[in-house]
């Protein structure tokens, strides 16, 4: 059972604010969502976790509604570099266990 | 501090060969897993220590062997090498109550 829903693929422009949508309708109370991004052939790289309240970092701001059902997760001036595949992962805070599933690959163009 | 530590960065095996890929970290983490990469597919979880001599599995343990005597090393052992198990590895580590995980740079394994 996939726990999240992301869209396969998205472009975006380069200085441009990139929104990547994920979807996971059956969050529990006790589930946090969290980002990761793999840049091509490199290991995955942490981006930003949430709980209920908006939370915001040097690399990304994340925004997750009210109900808990979806999140958005915000890179706000996209870069070249910032092409990569993003991850969305609900999970509790004591599982280890990160399940990826297929994740949004971004393209950012010039 | 290096972070996490994953060695060779290549490999070739033939069928039914046997190895070990290594994985260190020197963040002091408590917990380290593995996970295999298949060409446009996300991560899976192969196997994970919460601590030194403590290890489980994940899901999709078959083929491989893991250890944890120390907090530092979390060896994977593959026993008999199959075409199937040609994939990319990738080692993490993260606090056992920070769930940011840290991972390697990748073993790319081809089994021919």
């Known amino acids: 059972d996939a726990k999240t829903t992301q869209p396969p693929s998205m472009d975006c422009a380069e200085g441009r604010a990139a929104n990547l949508p994920c979807n996971h309708s059956t969050i529990s109370g006790n589930e946090y969502v969290y980002w990761y991004r793999q840049i091509h052939s490199q290991g995955p790289q942490y981006i930003i976790h949430?709980?209920?309240n908006n939370e915001t970092n040097e690399m990304a701001s994340l925004i997750i509604t009210e109900d808990r059902k979806s999140s958005t997760l915000i890179l706000p001036h996209a870069t070249l570099r910032d092409t990569a595949v993003y991850y969305c992962?609900?999970?509790?805070?004591?599982?280890?266990?990160?399940?990826f599933g297929a994740g949004t690959t971004v393209t950012v163009r010039a | 501090n290096a972070g996490v530590t994953q060695t060779p960065k290549f490999q070739v095996l033939k069928t039914g060969q046997s190895m070990t890929l290594q994985c260190a970290q020197d963040?002091?983490?408590?917990?380290m897993s593995w996970y295999r990469q298949d060409p446009g597919m996300g991560l899976r979880l192969i196997h994970y220590?919460?601590?030194?001599?403590?290890?489980d599995q994940g899901e999709v343990p078959n083929g491989y062997n893991v250890s944890r005597s120390t907090t530092e090393d979390f060896p994977l052992r593959l026993l008999s090498a199959a075409p199937s198990q040609t994939s990319v590895y990738f080692c993490a580590s993260s606090y056992s109550q920070d769930l940011k995980a840290f991972f390697g740079q990748g073993t790319r394994l081809t089994v021919v």
């Open positions: 220590s919460v601590g030194a001599g403590i290890t």
């Open positions: 949430g709980l209920k």
């Open positions: 963040m002091n983490h408590e917990y």
């Open positions: 992962i609900v999970r509790v805070q004591n599982d280890y266990k990160l399940s």
